[in-house]
């Protein structure tokens, strides 16, 4: 049966992926925190499976671990943005998902690709049918929206190092590309940062 190799650095986010595959049913065969580690985990897998990690573990970058693995595994990358020149054009079976992301998503895309080994097209689909609403709603806002905006933005600066400006492009452009508002967006990520509070604290 194929399952999935966690693979990050920091063993707290390690945690969180694997709990959140746990709740969704995707069965999680070993978590490491090297590229090293993973690789031997993936030795003892008969029939491959999906690695989800982020763009660096210890001692390699996500692609250095991609060109490691036998051709019946497949690699979901979670990270803000791909490093430059990440993704060859032949690397098929390396895929990159925007972080943050909701735990149904992730669940959604790493089910999809132990199925089928393919990125869903779906979403895609989605999002495009949805952008208008972005534009058409975004002079509809509410003060608490707004204020939700500026929250937001004010984490991406604190937990990532953005201007003001890099935040404010941030939100817009993953907005756009997830088919959401950005109030929404905005919303989604004041949650994530309030759970990893209480999760810390």
Request: charged fraction near 30%.
């Amino acid at each position: 049966m194929r399952g999935v190799i966690i693979g990050f650095s920091d063993q707290q986010m390690a945690s969180k992926i694997r709990d959140i595959m746990i709740r969704n049913g995707i069965n999680v065969r070993g978590i490491a925190h090297s590229g090293s580690a993973l690789l031997r985990l993936t030795l003892l897998e008969d029939g491959g499976g999906l690695v989800v990690c982020g763009s660096e573990l210890k001692d390699m970058t996500a692609y250095q671990l991609f060109s490691q693995l036998s051709e019946d595994f497949d690699v979901l990358v979670l990270a803000a943005i791909p490093p430059t020149g990440f993704f060859p054009e032949e690397a098929s079976g390396l895929f990159f998902l925007s972080a943050p992301i909701f735990s149904e998503e992730l669940a959604f895309y790493s089910k999809t690709l132990l199925d089928t080994r393919q990125m869903p097209m779906a979403t895609y689909k989605r999002e495009s049918r949805r952008k208008k609403d972005v534009f058409d709603q975004k002079t509809l806002r509410s003060p608490e929206e707004t204020r939700d905006i500026q929250m937001a933005k004010m984490v991406l600066i604190e937990r990532r190092h953005f201007s003001e400006e890099e935040a404010h492009r941030y939100l817009q452009k993953e907005s756009m590309q997830r088919g959401l508002r950005m109030a929404t967006l905005a919303r989604q990520i004041l949650d994530i940062d309030q759970q990893q509070k209480e999760d810390a604290g």
